[in-house]
Structure formats: C-alpha cells, structure tokens
C-alpha cells in the first residue's frame, strides 16, 4: 500500500464546475495536509494546508480533512481553465518527521 | 521578499560525472529540504538541513550528500550520476518544526546522458 494515494487521473470538467480532488494515507500518525498545484514543466505552489478534522475555506478552495478516515480532499469551486495542473497531495507527521510524503497527483483539466 | 532560489536552472551530465545544485532559502527560513521528482511522478524526499546538520533522510543512497550554509543556504551533491538520476531536483524552505509549510523553488532540470 503507497503510503499516500490520490484518485487517478485525469480528471476533466467544464469551466463553472465543482473539482473534486481526494487523497488517503497510511499513516495514522500524520499530522499535517498540504494540497500543491504543479503546472507543466514548474515547480510545486502550495495552494492549501490543513491540520484539523472539518472544512477550511480559502477563495475558491476548500479543503477538508477526516482524520478516522484517512482523507483529505480538495475542492475547487467555479474551475476555472487557468486551474488545469496537476494537484499534488502531500502529507507529514509524528513518524515521518518534517519530510513530506507525496502523492503521484491528480492531472486536472478544465475545459472552456 | 525574495523567494527560494535555486541554481542552475538546467544542467546536462553524463553518466559517472559529479553535480552540485544551490539553493537559497526564503528570507526568514532556516530549514532546507531536498526532492526529487521523476517525470510523472510526485516529489520524494531525499533529506533535510537544520543547523547545517543532517536532520532526515530519505531512502536515498550515498552518492546523494548535502551541505547547509550558516546563512541557510544548501548545496545537493550527487555523485557517480546514473542515468536513473535524471529528474528535476526541488529545494523547500521552511521554519524549523514539524508541520509547517514548506515552499518550493523553481527545480533544477538534471539530465543524465
């Protein structure tokens, strides 16, 4: 079992939609969530992080966390073209230290 | 506010050639990561200086070392390169505890041939 999983890609929808991006993990112990947008041939941007069960809003985004499950997810509101990337899911905690573990990441095209 | 830096932006070796790539935090940071992303894949972590120490490692082998500056900065050595090496190597700044964010500079381009 890959130590964090996101739903295979790609995942397409029109411009105006909901995206919908999810994540689970092994380890019980992770403490922290980060959700990075990586455009073709560029570095990974942070776009969201989230420490405790529930929702957290931020524009467009929202990330939600449940801990009993092992899931994380990201929501894009309102998908925009300029949103196609690739999201990575990225996870740290108590037994991997400040290390993050990646995800192979979701392509994510939104089309006009 | 500068952002991370890293240099060079690109670099072509052959194989059993040494490389060092540089990279400087952001302003404030003190904490360094090292990644590796193969193409199509998500970044894996190769190890991490604090107090230009060694603090984590990842499932690396010892061809790749590193060097942290008192001014933070850090230097990825890889030697004897492979061609399995190539990849795009990722600097991350962040502050020193466990669960803060750490952000990315813009990845050296290494292509072994």
């Known amino acids: 079992q890959k130590e964090v999983e996101q739903n295979s890609g790609p995942l397409s929808v029109p411009e105006g939609a909901i995206a919908s991006l999810n994540c689970t993990y092994s380890d019980r112990g992770s403490q922290s969530f980060f959700w990075y947008r990586q455009y073709s041939g560029k570095s990974p941007e942070l776009i969201m992080f989230?420490?405790?069960?529930g929702d957290k809003e931020d524009g467009r985004f929202t990330a939600q966390l449940n801990k009993a499950s092992q899931y994380v997810s990201l929501l894009i509101r309102d998908s925009q073209p300029s949103d196609s990337a690739t999201y990575l899911c990225a996870v740290n905690g108590e037994t991997s230290g400040s290390r993050l573990t990646f995800g192979e990441g979701t392509q994510l095209t939104v089309n006009p | 506010d500068a952002g991370v830096t890293q240099s060079p932006t690109h670099l072509i070796k052959t194989r059993g050639q040494q490389v060092t790539l540089r990279c400087s935090p952001k302003s404030g940071h003190d904490t360094v990561s090292w990644y590796q992303q193969a193409l199509g894949q998500g970044p894996q972590f190769i190890f991490q200086y604090y107090e230009e120490e060694e603090r984590q490692r990842g499932n690396f082998p010892d061809r790749f070392s590193g060097h942290q500056f008192p001014n933070y900065s850090s230097e990825l050595n890889v030697n004897a390169l492979l061609l399995g090496d190539s990849a795009l190597y990722l600097c991350a700044s962040s502050l020193e505890w466990v669960g803060n964010e750490q952000f990315f500079g813009p990845g050296t381009r290494l292509t072994v041939l």
């Open positions: 989230i420490y405790s069960n």
